[in-house]
């Protein structure tokens, strides 16, 4: 049923979610190192970031 499947759903979101907390809980801990200097961005990892990017910039000129 619609309700079952919808249940289940949230069970996996959740734990899903729960898995995750302990990754973004380290990020956080090493964004917050004084060595962190930012990051750098990787064209092959961060594809969607750039193409947002190049999206946004092609938005803003227009509209210059």
Do not use: N
């Not at 090493?30 to 990892?45: L, T």
Request: hydrophobic share 40%.
């Amino acid at each position: 049923t619609l309700s079952s499947s919808s249940a289940a759903s949230d069970v996996y979101k959740r734990q899903v979610f729960e898995e995750d907390i302990f990754v973004v809980e380290g990020m956080q801990k090493g964004r917050h190192a004084k060595s962190f200097d930012g990051g750098r961005f990787s064209p092959v990892m961060d594809e969607p970031t750039h193409v947002f990017h190049d999206w946004y910039a092609r938005k803003i000129l227009s509209a210059i």
